[in-house]
């Protein structure tokens, strides 16, 4: 009779989520995620995983975000059998987020071969399809068993679309233990998503501590602070570029962006979201309208969606559509805005895009 807990990523760094749960011989996996960061150290953590894969028999999910998700087709690819069990958002987000993930190493290593360097993705889009095959949605405050011993209930952690903290209720036949995994979680206050919900009562509480050693100063008004750098820009004559996390912030700057246009505080900008990952986690989010905080951000997100709608706003769907409407946002005599994804943002390959953006 045993309940033991280790950690083997995001511990003395801040990537790479995984904590290993074991109770009488059952082994659970908080999180999956890939270590970000250089490639020399990345590369080969993503790849050799600390256990051996065959030996898990479930995964809990706190949310989609890649730094705890992203490794796991490698677990699949090793040999992992089990159920993933996630918030039913966050499945829909692992089937946009998981491929675009195998897409860019496959992207990156044709890159890097060129440059003479031997790199192999650590996983591709047949590991993706399998994964997506064993994850297992289920909604908040509904306790679900995850395997003997160990049952599971989750609550909103607010920090992006079907984030979670993970309640484990644990029993090994001696004892029972009620076991907190905050995931990453959320501020109270911000626009779209929902607050997070009341932290539950538990015995041990497991929870990141990114900003664990400093007080987060007062909230200011992000619409106005963004106000204020466009207003600047366009009396400059310059262009913005605004590196967003295609999941979670980027909805957030296009509905400031057009609360701002509407009441006529900014001109009426071109604004491209050089994003198809964005696009359709955006998309995403219109579907899961219970995440949303009020019924104008819930038609604001929907109407962002629809091509007739905020005509301002280009949303290409698919990477060949991308470079098309670049140029109409170059041709055009508005002032533009341009939202990219914050990582392709550091990416070698990607830097002359970033360029072609700017100038």
Same mark, same amino acid.
């Given at each position: ?6 950690? $083997? ?9 995984? =904590? ?30 600390? $256990? ?16 705890? +998700?992203?490794?796991?087709? @490698?677990?699949?690819?090793?040999? $992992?059998?089990?159920?993933? =069990? ?7 987000? #692992?089937?946009?987020? #998981? ?17 003479? =360097? ?8 047949? /590991? ?19 395997? %003997?011993? &160990?049952?599971?209930?989750?609550? /909103?952690?607010?920090? !992006? ?12 036949? *001696? ?30 509480? !497991? ?5 664990? /050693?400093?007080? =987060?100063?007062? @909230? ?12 600047? %820009? ?5 262009? !913005? #570029?605004?590196?967003?996390? +295609? ?21 009426? #900008?071109?604004?491209? &979201? /050089?994003?198809?990952? *964005? ?28 091509? *007739? ?17 670049? +140029? ?15 990582? +392709? ?6 830097? *002359?895009? !970033? ?5």
């Amino acid at each position: 009779m045993s309940i033991s807990l280790q950690f $083997f990523g995001a511990a003395r760094h801040v990537t790479g989520s995984k =904590h290993l749960l074991e109770v009488n011989g059952k082994r659970v996996l908080l999180d999956c995620g890939m270590v970000q960061g250089p490639r020399k150290i990345s590369d080969k953590a993503n790849r050799d995983l600390p $256990f051996p894969a065959d030996s898990i028999d479930a995964v809990v999910l706190s949310h989609a975000h890649i730094d705890h +998700s992203g490794s796991l087709p @490698r677990l699949v690819r090793l040999g $992992f059998k089990g159920d993933i =069990h996630c918030t039913n958002p966050t499945e829909d987000l #692992l089937g946009l987020l #998981l491929p675009d993930s195998a897409h860019i190493q496959a992207h990156d290593a044709r890159y890097l071969r060129k440059k003479g =360097h031997r790199v192999e993705p650590a996983y591709d889009a047949e /590991d993706v399809a399998t994964t997506l095959k064993r994850a297992r949605g289920h909604t908040y405050h509904k306790r679900f068993a995850v395997c %003997e011993g &160990v049952e599971a209930e989750f609550f /909103d952690a607010g920090h !992006i679309l079907g984030s979670s903290m993970v309640l484990l209720s644990v029993d090994d036949g *001696s004892q029972r233990l009620r076991i907190l995994f905050t995931g990453d979680f959320g501020r109270k206050d911000l626009p779209i998503l929902r607050d997070p919900d009341e932290v539950p009562a538990c015995d041990y509480l !497991i929870t990141e501590s990114t900003y664990g /050693d400093r007080l =987060h100063p007062p @909230r200011t008004d992000l619409q106005e602070t963004l106000c204020g750098i466009v207003e600047e %820009e366009i009396r400059d004559g310059g262009r !913005i #570029l605004i590196p967003a996390f +295609s999941v979670g912030r980027t909805p957030i700057v296009v509905y400031f962006l057009g609360n701002l246009m509407a009441a006529k505080r900014i001109p009426k #900008l071109s604004i491209f &979201v /050089d994003s198809p990952l *964005s696009s359709k986690a955006t998309k995403v989010m219109a579907q899961n309208p219970q995440s949303l905080t009020t019924r104008p951000v819930k038609s604001s997100i929907a109407a962002a969606t629809r091509s *007739s709608s905020m005509a301002c706003v280009m949303w290409p769907m698919s990477r060949k559509a991308s470079p098309s409407m670049l +140029s109409e946002v170059g041709s055009s005599s508005r002032p533009r805005v341009c939202v990219k994804p914050a990582a +392709s943002c550091i990416t070698s390959s990607r830097a *002359s895009r !970033i360029l072609e953006i700017a100038c």
